[in-house]
């Protein structure tokens, strides 16, 4: 046999091995290579819905904190509100007083002030 002859067979030889074998590993590559692509799907799609049930919940937590916080401070509100049983004729609403002794503060002249700007009567 010649040493052309010998190098031709090893070739077709080393030729239907790396056929055999490519054409194996494909039937196992090409399966798992579409579940990894189907579980890509699947992340990329739980993901923009776990993205919106996460924004949708935090909007509703926010909406439902501001609303809370609404509550409480009414609550805060009526506590602190006491009804008086006498009535003064020169007490000032609370809504104007913060105007009042802001006026005052910054004119430095307390002297128009002569009674006090709000009288507190607590019942008993």
């Known amino acids: 046999m010649t040493l052309f002859a010998m190098g031709t067979s ?8 790396f056929i055999t074998f490519g054409f194996i590993s494909s039937f196992l590559i090409i399966p798992l290579l579409s579940t990894s692509f189907i579980f ?18 935090q909007f509703i937590y926010y909406k439902a904190d501001k609303k809370l916080k609404n ?6 509100y009526n506590l602190q509100k006491k009804p008086s049983t006498v009535v003064t004729p020169n007490e000032i609403p609370i809504d104007n007083t913060h105007n009042i002794l802001i006026n005052n503060s910054n004119s430095g002249d307390n002297s128009s002030i002569d009674e006090p700007i709000i009288s507190i009567i607590e019942e008993e």
Not at 10 to 17: D, G, L, R, V
Not at 71 to 76: D, I, Q, V
Request: proline share 0%; aromatic share 28%.
């Open 10 to 17: 090893y070739f077709f030889i080393y030729m239907s091995f």
């Open 71 to 76: 509550y409480l401070e009414l609550m805060a």
């Open 40 to 57: 890509a799907i699947g992340v990329v799609i739980f993901g923009f819905i776990s993205n919106i049930t996460f924004k949708s919940g």
